[in-house]
């Protein structure tokens, strides 16, 4: 288990090195130049050169490539062009409203979905089966904004239940020590500003969790009926085993492999998705701050994004590479 994890980290090495390659060159290919890119609207010949001249543009591409890199790995993603200061401060500072709220929603995506789509599965052709097949197809085709929007339209302005934008109300006096509100209210024993922190992410991360909820749950419900029809689960019937283990051990641990797949894929898009979330919600988090950097084109938050999503994505498919271990003993032995 060790020499795998050891060899899938050393395989991240190559691939985040070709994505700086592409990152590079992908801002150097913009048209008229990245300093006419930054400058936009505002770009003279004097402006230009001198966003060449402070940036270093102006050098051979090798050059630029290589001095480029070598900040990056001392942790130097350069400044942010909007707000003027270091883009991993700004990153760390919104990364815990990003997690959180991807971690909520993945939370309601799999407690729903998995038993949604088990349940569908053993009541194949029945009501309850069409009736969560036509939700999952509406829960995929409905836009993330959009159902953002009504959820807060309704949810928020004409009832009042929830709050509509933010991480906590302004009167929690709370103390933040990891950044993580929820987490930090459970540290510290308050446990009001956690139900706060918690009662702010409702209505974010139930549009968040649309798309992968009904992801999930059709799935869930292929695989249970997969599994259903395989011969060790009629041998198993044949045998007198009982259907509780049949169902337990012999189909729905069988059938959660390409689920857990799937979990782990919608777990690395939750959190390169928020973008749009977060801006109906006014939510803090890095998928906000990058909502404003696409627009102020603050290409050097851009790169820092890319490839922070590229690391969480490895990341996480090592995470379902060591599940599989757990789940199925053959991958283990393999």
């Known amino acids: 288990m060790l020499r795998t994890i050891g060899r899938r980290l050393l395989l991240l090495i190559p691939t985040l090195f070709g994505l700086t390659v592409l990152l590079f060159f992908w801002v150097r290919a913009l048209p008229g ?7 936009g609207e505002r770009a003279t010949p004097e402006a230009i050169e001198r966003i060449n001249e402070a940036y270093g543009f102006n050098r051979p591409l090798p050059e630029q490539y290589i ?22 401060e700004e990153f760390v500072n919104r990364f815990p ?17 998995v038993p949604l789509g088990y349940w569908a599965a053993r009541n194949h052709g029945r ?29 928020a302005v004409q009832l009042g239940w929830l709050p509509s934008t933010g991480r906590q109300d302004r ?18 024993g308050e ?25 999930i749950v059709r799935i869930t419900r292929a695989s249970v009926l997969e599994v259903v029809n395989a ?55 890095i998928g906000a ?3 404003g950097a696409i627009f102020a084109r603050d290409f050097p938050v851009l790169q820092a994004f890319v490839l922070f999503i590229a690391i969480a994505y490895a990341l996480i498919n090592l995470l379902v590479d060591i599940s599989y271990s757990f789940i199925d003993p053959r991958v283990r032995i393999q």
């Open 33 to 39: 130049g990245p300093a006419a890119a930054l400058l």
């Open 67 to 88: 001095t480029w890199l070598g900040k990056l790995l001392q942790g130097d993603f350069g400044n942010s062009i909007e707000t003027r200061r270091p883009v991993l």
């Open 97 to 113: 409203a990003t997690v959180e709220l991807a971690i909520i929603s993945l939370i309601i995506a799999v407690g729903i979905g």
């Open 127 to 155: 009501l309850i089966d069409h009736l969560s097949v036509t939700g999952s197809l509406i829960g995929i085709t409905i836009p993330v904004f959009f159902l953002a929007f009504m959820l807060k339209y309704v949810f």
């Open 171 to 188: 009167e929690i006096d709370a103390t933040h020590v990891t950044g993580f509100f929820v987490l930090d209210g459970l540290l510290t």
């Open 191 to 215: 446990l009001d500003a956690s139900i706060n922190a918690i009662v702010h992410l409702l209505l974010p991360a139930l549009a968040l969790a649309t798309i992968p909820l009904a992801i």
């Open 231 to 285: 011969d060790y689960v009629r041998t198993g019937r044949a045998k007198g085993v009982s259907t509780q283990v049949i169902r337990n051990r012999f189909v729905l641990r069988n059938a959660m492999l390409p689920v857990v797949t799937t979990i782990g894929l919608q777990a690395g898009l939750l959190i390169s998705g928020a973008v749009l979330t977060e801006t109906v919600f006014a939510f803090p988090g």
């Open 289 to 291: 701050f990058l909502a």
